[in-house]
């Protein structure tokens, strides 16, 4: 699914909210979640999930085609940890999937 | 500080002209249906912040890392997230 789709799933669900509000309020939270992420604040969505940033330090990486040696700079990078509900709720699926066949 | 779902909440609440409860509704709303979404092992892709992706993990045996003892590690579906090369180079707009 992708953002718009996930778009119209939520505005089918919220019929007195129009599907242009519902596009404002989904670009809202992605872009809290970045500018958080942006300044090294951590997120949690209880259920969903958190968000951290970590640094990653400078190394030596190769080039894979040629082996060529680059430097990979120091950077920030996000990880996601999922919540308790959603790894749940996940994973119960999957075994009520395996059992049906 | 962590941000919460509270503090999104509060930035959705400044920008539409909705009640804070209906916001809250709404945000909730976006959650519940990510949710739904990753709970039937389908992928998820927020163009723009990155892609949650369930994955099968076969069954394995692991180690309990204070005995060492075997122990196996069922099968199970676990949600995987990979972040978009704009949220990397956002992050990484002032030098870490």
Do not use: W
């Not at chain 1, 939520?10 to 992605?30: C, G, H, M, R």
């Not at chain 2, 949710?35 to 309990?64: A, C, H, W």
């Amino acid at each position: 699914m992708t953002k718009s789709q996930l778009i119209e799933t939520v505005a089918s669900q919220l019929e007195n909210v129009s599907k242009k509000d519902i596009e404002i309020i989904v670009e809202t939270i992605f872009s809290c979640m970045t500018d958080a992420l942006t300044r090294d604040e951590r997120i949690e969505i209880r259920g969903f999930g958190s968000f951290v940033s970590k640094i990653r330090d400078a190394r030596e990486g190769r080039n894979p085609k040629t082996g060529e040696k680059v430097s990979v700079p120091k950077k920030r990078t996000p990880f996601f940890t999922v919540g308790k509900e959603l790894k749940e709720r996940v994973n119960l699926k999957k075994h009520l999937n395996s059992t049906n066949g | 500080m962590a941000m919460t779902k509270a503090n999104i909440v509060e930035e959705v609440y400044k920008k539409v002209g909705f009640s804070k409860s209906q916001a809250a509704e709404i945000v909730e709303t976006v959650f519940e249906t990510m949710k739904q979404v990753l709970e039937r092992g389908e992928k998820l892709k927020i163009s723009g912040f990155g892609n949650f992706t369930p994955r099968d993990k076969k069954i394995r045996i692991g180690r309990n890392p204070k005995t060492g003892e075997a122990i196996e590690i069922s099968a199970r579906r676990v949600v995987t997230f990979k972040a978009s090369p704009v949220l990397k180079s956002r992050m990484n707009e002032s030098s870490p």
